[in-house]
Structures are given as structure tokens and as C-alpha cells.
């Protein structure tokens, strides 16, 4: 047996597609979706990521800024920063790369984006949103995920959804998301004993430690959705996911590759989440709020 692939570059292209026509829509209206994005520092990989974002919103039609500081940026000019954008008309969507350098607050930093310009869906008011079934952005790799899972027929109504790593960005909301769709969801985290009887069980397996390998062919139910959100360089410099590739996908029934599958929707995602704030804030959505 061989897991198919789930092809994320594929249905981030179809999802990236259907947002250019609808920013194309929202122009003729008079609104040009915005993205800025606040980079801190030099970090090479958030260097790249901020790349890609900013080209993916150009190709989009979107409006896209990049606002470059030093490493030594302090907490109070960094919040002046965000605070300027926040009531910048052009912008619909912030985004502060992380990680921040060590001396930055990323809590403080994360909330001081207005909740209505919070594309990444970090903040406590849309985190909350979010657990009360009512969100108003989902954070955009989980998001990414549902979508993965729609798009492959994966229906969790009832499902056994095991996920493994608990982090704000990824695990926590990726459970609220699964809860709301109607499946049991166990959230695994360092502390979990026996992970392998946890994993075992799942229909859905959601992978997203940051650490390679972490979950092996073993570990994985017969005929189970495999997505592995990692990202990581192993020894050759080569990139892997959390899961041991090979010997998960004689197991699985579906399974996503590293890279080309999670990593692209978390853009198109991104890019679903801008458009949706600019509808919002635009002055044609207002009125038509208004009527």
C-alpha cells in the first residue's frame, strides 16, 4: 500500500486563483486589498518567508508593504510601528513575522494589532472568536489544513482526530477547527506518555511539532489522512516534515509531502484572510451593512 499525495502547491494554485478574481472585484469597487508585513531583524528563513508573502500578494492584485527594522528595534518603536498601521485605511492586514528577537514581547506585540487587522488570527479576541464557534480570522495554517481536508472528500463529522503539538499557531487552533466540524480530538503535547497509542487511533493525523521524525510508519493507523506540518533540515540539508516520510506513507491513505503540501496553503490562506479583511473594512461592505 502507498499513500496518495495530497497536493497543496495544486489547491494552493486553485485557492490563490479565486482570490485574484475577487480582489479584482473589490478593485472595481474602489478597494485594493493591503498586507503589511514587519520584519525584525535578519533571520534568513523569516527573510524568505516575508519574500514570498509579499510576492504572492502582488500577484494577487493586492496592495503589499514591507517594513524592514533593525534587529535592535525596541518594544516602543515596534509598537509605533503597528500602531501607524492600524490606522492606515490602505492596510486590511498586519502580520509581525516571528520569531521576534529575544529582547521583543511577541505577546504584547501580537495584541497590539487590531483585532480587525489581524490576518494571522493570533490575537486573544480572534483566538477567542475562534473557541466560540463564531471566527472571525482562523489562524492560516490550520485553515489551511480544512481545506486540504475538504478538498480530499475527508469528512471529520465522528472522526478520531489525534493531534500532535499543542502550539498557539498550529495544534490549539487546529483542534477548535476540527471540534467545530464534528470530531473527537486528542491534543498531544511533550508531556503526552506513549504517544504511539494516541496516534494509533487516529482517522486524522495532524503533525506539527518541529521535530523530525517525530511520528514513524508504526505509528500511523491503516488507511489514515497523514498532514505533516513540519518543516525541518536534517543532516544533508534536505527538507523533511515530522513524519518519517517513507515508512508513514505504506501506511496511510493520504498523506502530505515536505515541501509542497501544507506550506502553500499557509500563504493562500494568508492571502483568503487579507481579502476577507479589506470585504470587511471596505466602504462598499460598510454601506451594504448599513442598507
Not at 508585513?37 to 534568513?44: A, E, N
Amino acid at each position: 500500500m502507498s499513500a496518495r499525495l495530497i497536493d497543496g502547491k495544486a489547491l494552493a494554485a486553485q485557492v490563490r486563483a479565486q482570490v485574484a478574481q475577487d480582489v479584482a472585484t473589490l478593485k472595481a469597487a474602489g478597494t485594493t486589498p493591503g498586507l503589511a508585513v514587519v520584519l525584525v531583524g535578519g533571520d534568513p528563513a523569516s527573510q524568505v518567508y516575508v519574500r514570498n508573502k509579499a510576492a504572492a500578494c502582488e500577484k494577487a492584485g493586492m496592495h503589499s508593504q514591507v517594513i524592514r527594522l533593525a534587529e535592535t528595534t525596541t518594544q516602543s518603536e515596534l509598537l509605533d510601528v503597528i500602531n501607524t498601521l492600524n490606522h492606515d485605511a490602505t492596510v486590511h492586514g498586519i502580520l509581525v513575522q516571528l520569531p521576534l528577537p529575544g529582547h521583543l514581547d511577541s505577546a504584547l506585540v501580537i495584541e497590539a494589532i487590531s483585532p480587525n487587522k489581524d490576518v494571522d488570527g493570533f490575537h486573544a479576541i480572534n483566538a477567542g472568536l475562534l473557541m466560540t464557534g463564531a471566527p472571525r480570522f482562523r489562524p492560516c495554517t490550520p485553515y489551511g489544513i480544512m481545506k486540504m481536508l475538504e478538498s480530499e472528500g475527508v469528512s471529520l463529522w465522528g472522526a478520531n482526530v489525534v493531534i500532535v503539538g499543542a502550539s498557539n499557531i498550529v495544534g490549539k487552533p487546529m483542534a477548535m477547527l476540527a471540534l467545530a466540524a464534528g470530531a473527537t480530538v486528542t491534543l498531544c503535547n511533550s508531556k503526552t506518555r506513549d504517544l504511539a497509542s494516541h496516534t494509533q487511533r487516529a482517522d486524522v493525523l495532524v503533525v506539527a511539532t518541529g521535530r523530525p521524525g517525530i511520528v514513524t510508519g508504526d505509528m500511523v493507523k491503516p488507511g489514515a489522512t497523514v498532514i505533516d506540518v513540519g518543516i525541518n533540515r536534517n543532516a544533508d540539508g534536505k527538507l523533511v516534515g515530522d513524519v518519517d516520510f517513507e515508512s508513514a506513507r505504506q501506511v496511510a491513505g493520504a498523506i502530505t509531502p515536505v515541501p509542497g503540501g501544507v506550506g502553500p496553503m499557509t500563504i493562500a490562506m494568508l492571502l483568503m484572510n487579507t481579502l476577507q479583511a479589506a470585504q470587511r473594512l471596505s466602504p462598499t461592505a460598510a454601506a451594504q451593512t448599513e442598507q
